[in-house]
């Protein structure tokens, strides 16, 4: 099963990933909000 996630920022937007299994895709979806969410808390300070 091939999962396709993209993942755009500022230097190098529509980056493409692809992951063989859907484990895979979790830890990408996991980290990408565990560094969404360490952004917020420092903007917040």
């Known amino acids: 099963m ?4 993209k993942h755009g920022n500022s230097l190098n937007p529509g980056i493409t ?3 063989p299994s859907l ?3 979790l830890s990408i979806h996991q980290a990408s ?3 969404e ?3 917020l ?4 300070r």
């Open 2 to 5: 091939l999962l396709l996630v």
């Open 33 to 35: 909000i565990r560094f």
């Open 41 to 44: 808390s420092s903007h917040r």
């Open 23 to 25: 484990d895979g895709a």
């Open 17 to 19: 990933l692809w992951e």
């Open 37 to 39: 969410a360490t952004c």
